[in-house]
């Protein structure tokens, strides 16, 4: 477990935490036995896993590199983002995107098409971004309308400039351990594990879902990480049996409220993958964050959890994109030497 240890003479001061603005705190209480068969309380701090500290580490230095890039080769690094219809979260998620890649030095185009365009149609723009040299990353906005065959469009948008980093070639690269471009979602959710100094290695980490975007390339880097893995997915039965065991649990079922306390082990650690608009516009997710945050020792909120740091991948990896079909006589010289 992840949580942490305390003696009954142990004082808990919260003075510096508090102080802190990037890190929330709050005790919460996990009961167990003492040797006399009382029941007994240690008190114990819960961490709110923010994305905001983590992000400004990562945009700092993707600044700091597409300002190198544009004094080395005259422009700056482009991300294209491809939009099919109107769906109100993908327009503020796309214009979202614009205004982050302009603010970290970067330049950025929406190209827009109505939901009744043809497939054919966006897989012919999509070709025309992978031979323009000007575009170093192009993503395509999902969801997308039920015309779209995902298994067909992960193959569209050239492996150097898929940026979203969907495509087979960087799937299996991922999963032979090879370097290559890392899907967002589950390579931010390594960076905030990092960063709040959570170790899989030698830890059962349990993911539920098996998507191709988020479940599956998780395992892969989970399992680079030494985590012992459990994958569990829609038919997987007594859900709860599986979910207790995991000293780390991350959830992207899609399903609103799904995951409560009666599918935590006490102190353990919660991502919540998914997010969900109740009729008052507010953000929640799969998790029930209030309920499973007395029992686990650290939890992604949603928001500002798991989804911003979704996009500060996805600026990285347009950077690194753009350094990589374009390479300095020195770059050369380290792949060389």
């Avoid at 230095?61 to 005259?74: C, M, P």
């Avoid at 065959?149 to 087979?168: M, Q």
């Avoid at 990896?317 to 010289?333: F, G, K, Y």
Wanted: proline share 7%; glycine share 6%; hydrophobic share 40%.
């Amino acid at each position: 477990m992840f949580f942490l240890k305390l003696n009954r003479s142990e004082k808990i001061s919260l003075s510096k935490t508090e102080n802190d603005a990037h890190l929330f705190t709050t005790l919460i209480l996990i009961k167990f036995w003492n040797l006399s068969g009382a029941a007994m309380y240690k008190k114990i701090l819960m961490i709110k896993i923010l994305a905001q500290p983590v992000l400004e580490s990562i945009y700092a230095d993707v600044k700091q590199r597409s300002t190198r890039f544009l004094i080395s080769h005259g422009t700056p690094p482009h991300l294209a983002v491809i939009l099919v219809g109107e769906d109100p979260a993908s327009v503020i998620y796309t214009r979202k995107k614009g205004k982050i890649a302009v603010s970290l030095g970067m330049t950025h185009q929406t190209l827009s098409f109505p939901s009744s365009t043809h497939p054919q149609k966006i897989k012919e723009t999509v070709h025309q971004l992978n031979l323009d040299p000007r575009v170093h990353g192009v993503l395509i906005q999902r969801p997308l309308p039920s015309s779209f065959i995902e298994e067909e469009i992960v193959n569209w948008i050239s492996p150097n400039k898929d940026v979203d980093a969907f495509h087979p070639i960087h799937a299996g690269r991922l999963y032979l351990g090879l370097p290559t471009l890392q899907p967002c979602t589950p390579t931010g959710i390594m960076e905030l594990l990092k960063y709040y100094q959570i170790n899989p290695s030698g830890k059962i980490a349990c993911i539920i879902g098996r998507s191709s975007l988020v479940g599956k390339p998780m395992a892969a880097l989970l399992l680079k990480a030494d985590a012992t893995l459990i994958h569990c997915h829609q038919k997987t039965p007594n859900l709860a049996s599986f979910t207790r065991q995991a000293d780390l649990l991350i959830v992207a079922t899609g399903k609103a409220g799904l995951i409560d306390s009666h599918f935590i082990k006490a102190g353990s650690v919660v991502i919540d993958v998914g997010v969900h608009r109740n009729l008052k516009g507010e953000l929640f997710g799969d998790v029930q964050f209030d309920e499973v945050a007395q029992k686990a020792s650290a939890i992604t909120p949603v928001p500002g959890g798991v989804g911003p740091m979704t996009i500060g991948i996805l600026m990285q990896n347009t950077v690194l994109a753009a350094e990589l079909q374009n390479p300095t006589p020195s770059d050369r010289e380290k792949k060389n030497g």
